[in-house]
């Protein structure tokens, strides 16, 4: 029982670890930025940015992938429209990759 | 060629001269470029939704 509830403890600390920093924080600080593909990607490399990349990814894709099976494209198709529309729409100061695969400052 | 008028005539007497044949494929007009702009419109619409959602970009 007591090492269930330790358990338990532990998982929701690392939950909270995980997502310690929100999105906009993350692109703020320059750990995170938009890739080519549509899909977040990490600049400096922390657990914390790769654990919020992941999580926003996951959901991005099921949007994604909704809105590719609704209109009858590929995902892919609806990923890269999502990159330039992003891309278009960063902050000055955020990161962008480039399609060399470099990052840079917007 | 009296001769010839009235076969023609005769034969035109037994067999309809007149035929509408409905064609044997159907007919396709190709709409792809309207459907693909349309796709895109909506596509479009759709994303601006997303990018918007601070938890996704």
């Not at chain 1, 358990?7 to 999105?23: C, D, P, Q, R, Y």
Request: proline share 3%.
């Amino acid at each position: 029982m007591k090492s269930k509830i330790l358990v338990l403890i532990a998982g929701l600390l690392l939950s909270l670890n995980a997502f310690a920093i929100s999105l906009q924080d993350a692109k703020a600080q320059g750990l995170v930025g938009e890739q080519i593909n549509g899909y977040l990607g990490v600049v400096v490399n922390s657990g914390e940015a790769s654990a919020l990349a992941k999580s926003v990814n996951a959901k991005r894709k099921a949007h994604y992938e909704k809105i590719a099976l609704k209109n009858q494209i590929s995902v892919d198709d609806v990923a890269k429209l999502a990159a330039e529309k992003a891309i278009a729409a960063a902050d000055k100061g955020h990161y962008i990759q480039t399609p060399q695969g470099k990052w840079i400052k917007k | 060629m009296t001769l010839g008028l009235t076969g023609v005539l005769l034969l035109g007497g037994c067999t309809p001269t007149v035929k509408i044949e409905p064609p044997d494929k159907p007919i396709v007009i190709n709409l792809n470029v309207k459907i693909e702009h349309e796709i895109k419109i909506k596509v479009d619409k759709e994303l601006d939704e997303l990018i918007n959602n601070d938890e996704l970009f």
